[in-house]
């Protein structure tokens, strides 16, 4: 029976559930897989957790020369989050022919050339498939079960707190303040809630999403990104008037002539699309390829045992494995033209503006938007004038450009009839 030793680096949230698996399962997996797996060590300063999970002490470091330099691990598995220690642990490991295993998006993200490069010269394996989307597999499907299309797509809610957010906003109709409280108190959302709430985290999880369907590396710094801070309680419920959800979606796209768009944004889809029914922390991914059409994954995006699932299966197939297969892009992600990619995107548009109720004022910002080139689907004023003598109105228009919305906008702003322009979301169908 293959013997293969595992380092576990650190044992917090998701360390925890792979330790536990690993346990659990570890007869199982002998006879499935015909492979013993073996912690043999854990990078842990905190002794309580290694207590309670019963980890043997004798195996417990903080000492990263411990993992390098014992020639019976082959795997190690990552579980620091950040960049620092995790990237210069993980490429000592990868030079002394060690494969990885993570779920460290961030890191992976902004340093995958550096780790590639790490892989290279020490003959080890990259795996990180937990990285994206928790306990859902979509590394391996796109990597080892969609090689035959030209993938043309991917839509997805890959952050489970901002979905968890933005379901309850609009199942209870509480405000944004309030209900990110409540996720922080449930434990979803973190004390500084930035890399979810400010669309970081899918921003990554997208980049290394769409690197590998395009086979191209697509940088964080091309991927257009804004957060749901600004989403209120009231556009979701207008929304829910024109058969519209919000929410937030990482949205990766080929277009004809190769180019890439990459964008996260929150964005009102119909009620009808998959997507849209998808709620709470769970986190759905939908697929285009050009052969087998739409493919779509749903689950579980964090936690313990769904993360620790991902990468419990990434050690298994990393210990399969007699040699390592590397990404082949065409450029490294350092040096990327900008002709390669789309900035100036296409979408519809939901916008909502407090206006004067008076005559010639819906001509005067109709106008504007006809003469910068948007089209308007249907323009509807909504509730009773206020003390001010003030109405809300709402626009949806027909596909347009990014650069054609911001040249109306900048006019609307200086029309003396605009109070102000409320809301700016986009529509994706
Ligand atoms: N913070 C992430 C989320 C989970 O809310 O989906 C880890 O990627």
Not at 3 to 8: D, H, M, S, T, Y
Not at 69 to 86: C, L, R, T, Y
Not at 199 to 214: M, V
């Amino acid at each position: 029976m293959k013997k293969v030793g595992i380092a576990l680096l650190g044992l917090g949230t998701v360390g925890g559930g792979t330790y536990r698996i690993l346990e659990k399962n570890h007869e199982m997996i002998k006879k499935s897989e015909g492979i013993d797996l073996e912690v043999r060590c854990v990078l842990e300063k905190n002794l309580d957790r290694c207590r309670e999970l019963g980890v043997d002490e004798s195996i417990v470091s903080t000492d990263i020369d411990r993992v390098v330099n014992d020639p019976e691990i082959k795997i190690v598995a990552e579980f620091f989050g950040g960049i620092e220690p995790a990237r210069s642990f993980l490429i000592k490991c990868l030079l002394a022919g060690k494969s990885i295993v993570t779920a460290n998006k961030e890191m992976f993200a902004k340093h995958w050339h550096e780790l590639e490069e790490a892989a290279r010269k020490g003959k080890a394996g990259l795996y990180f498939e937990a990285s994206c989307v928790g306990g859902v597999p979509i590394i391996r499907t796109l990597t080892e079960s969609m090689q035959g299309n030209n993938i043309q797509s991917i839509k997805g809610i890959i952050n489970g707190t901002t979905n968890y957010i933005l379901s309850k906003m609009s199942d209870t109709g509480a405000d944004y303040a309030e209900t990110l409280k409540e996720a922080q108190d449930l434990g979803y959302a973190e004390f500084n809630p930035s890399a979810d709430v400010d669309g970081f985290d899918a921003t990554y999880k997208l980049s290394i999403l769409s690197s590998l369907a395009f086979r191209k590396k697509v940088p964080l710094d091309i991927i257009y990104r804004e957060g749901i801070s600004k989403v209120t309680a009231e556009d979701i419920n207008y929304g829910k008037e024109f058969g519209l959800t919000l929410k937030l979606l990482g949205i990766a796209k080929q277009h004809e002539d190769g180019r890439i768009e990459a964008r996260v944004h929150p964005v009102f889809i119909p009620n009808d699309e998959p997507l849209a029914t998808v709620k709470g922390s769970f986190n759905a991914v939908h697929i285009v390829g050009d052969a087998v059409g739409d493919i779509m994954l749903y689950g579980r995006g964090a936690g313990d045992l769904p993360t620790g699932s991902a990468i419990v299966s990434d050690i298994v197939y990393a210990a399969g494995q007699k040699s390592h297969k590397l990404s082949c892009f065409k450029n490294n992600g350092l040096h990327i033209p900008n002709r390669e990619f789309v900035r100036d995107f296409e979408s519809e548009y939901y916008i909502r503006m407090t206006v004067k109720e008076e005559a010639g004022v819906l001509s005067d910002v109709t106008g504007v938007f006809g003469r910068s080139n948007v089209s308007l689907r249907s323009v509807i004023q909504k509730g009773d004038v206020d003390n001010n003598g003030n109405v809300t109105v709402i626009f949806e228009t027909h596909v347009t450009t990014e650069s054609s919305m911001e040249k109306a906008l900048k006019k609307i702003a200086k029309l003396d009839c605009v109070l102000e322009v409320n809301s700016i979301i986009r529509i994706e169908k």
